[in-house]
């Protein structure tokens, strides 16, 4: 009786606060919610689909195009998984040509062949000059080489602000800056390995004469989920944008191979390509123009195949409790552990898309982006309360 009193009570209050959404069905609630005042400077599009039944639950504006932020990585994501795989390999690898004589001197060069891992740090550096000094290597007569053919010479993604604090695109990458060579250089000197030419290059070609291998860190696509999607990493986006671009087996990957890739998927779901714009793998870009109805059809793509759903699923922020959803629909929220959903903001933009469960056990699909609003706290505000309404 006490239990039943005080869901009463509780009931009591939540019609009080919000009578409104004292509406009987599901659509009424999000109904109510789409007449906030807050939408009536913004625009809103918002489409939720029961993968369990296998129907559209609700759909408002849902064709518009918008600019999706970062839940353009659930994109970039999607394509990357179903094209390349969780293990797709991805090394950054140290070679030496030439001979080692008897008194440690290497008659050759040094060559590091980066193919774009944001993982690669300090540790792994540090392995990496332990390995010359294991191959019994003191003095190198020829130069360190960094080889960088695996993508094109473009720093940055296209339509990326300048007066953002964005990371450097290199395959050769330490730390998430593309220093590895110079440090690598330094860390050779502390080991007193002595380099004739001690200005490392750049090539975009390997040498004639016989590679050695040295040294090999290898990660998976895989590896590159949990930062990317959870903290919502921009780098680690483009990594995994570029080796999408990368499988086509060209030289020097260019942001068109990996655009043409998501294009071949985008109409394998049944959407004409020409309607979208894809500029880059983060969603950090201006140009990218998506819309919720898209996001939901690689959501459900995913769903339908375990080898990309599994990982992506258990990638996403988790509501209250990780991410960048740590902080929002915490414990007190129906929807508290309930939602998996990529965040997305850039100047103007809020969106959010994922999955959430239904009160009767149903995964639900679902994608919102709010944009032309000032107001991103009120907005996120906003969008917890849909996803609520989902999860109720």
Not at 279 to 287: Q, R
Not at 347 to 356: F, H, K, N, P, R
Request: glycine fraction near 6%.
């Amino acid at each position: 009786m006490k239990m039943k009193r005080i869901s009463a009570i509780i009931s009591i209050i939540y019609g009080m606060c919000f009578p409104a959404l004292q509406a009987q069905t599901f659509a009424e609630r999000i109904g109510v919610l789409l007449e906030d005042s807050l939408l009536q400077d913004s625009e809103v599009g918002l489409m939720v689909y029961d993968l369990d039944a296998d129907s559209l639950l609700y759909a408002y504006q849902e064709n518009k195009l918008y600019r999706p932020a970062s839940t353009e990585k659930i994109v970039t994501c999607v394509a990357a998984l179903d094209k390349l795989g969780a293990d797709y390999p991805i090394e950054t690898s140290l070679y030496h040509t030439g001979n080692i004589t008897e008194d440690s001197l290497l008659e050759g060069s040094l060559y590091v062949i980066g193919r774009f891992d944001p993982l690669f740090g300090m540790d792994d550096l540090l392995q990496m000059t332990a390995a010359v000094k294991d191959f019994g290597i003191n003095r190198i007569e020829g130069k360190l080489i960094g080889n960088v053919s695996m993508k094109d010479t473009l720093k940055w993604g296209s339509g990326w602000c300048w007066d953002d604090e964005m990371p450097v695109l290199s395959p050769l990458l330490c730390e998430q800056t593309d220093s590895l060579l110079f440090m690598f250089k330094r860390e050779l000197d502390k080991k007193q390995i002595v380099l004739a030419d001690s200005v490392p290059i750049y090539m975009d070609t390997h040498p004639d004469s016989v590679m050695t291998l040295v040294y090999r860190c290898q990660r998976t696509l895989g590896d590159l989920l949990p930062r990317m999607m959870k903290k919502s990493d921009n780098l680690y986006a483009e990594a995994m944008f570029y080796q999408l671009a990368a499988q086509t087996g060209k030289p020097y990957a260019q942001a068109k191979d990996a655009k043409e890739s998501i294009k071949e998927l985008i109409e394998r779901l049944g959407h004409d390509s020409k309607r979208y714009r894809i500029a880059d793998g983060s969603g950090a870009s201006l140009y990218n123009y998506l819309s919720p109805c898209l996001l939901i059809d690689f959501l459900r793509y995913a769903y339908e195949n375990e080898h990309i759903f599994q990982p992506l699923y258990e990638s996403m922020p988790i509501a209250g409790k990780d991410g960048t959803l740590q902080y929002r629909m915490k414990k007190n929220s129906p929807a508290y552990g309930k939602v998996h959903a990529k965040t997305g903001t850039v100047t103007g933009v809020v969106s959010l898309a994922g999955y959430a469960y239904a009160s009767n056990g149903h995964l639900l699909a679902f994608a919102m982006i709010n944009q032309n609003t000032l107001r991103p706290r009120l907005v996120r505000q906003w969008q917890d309360r849909v996803c609520e309404e989902l999860c109720r």
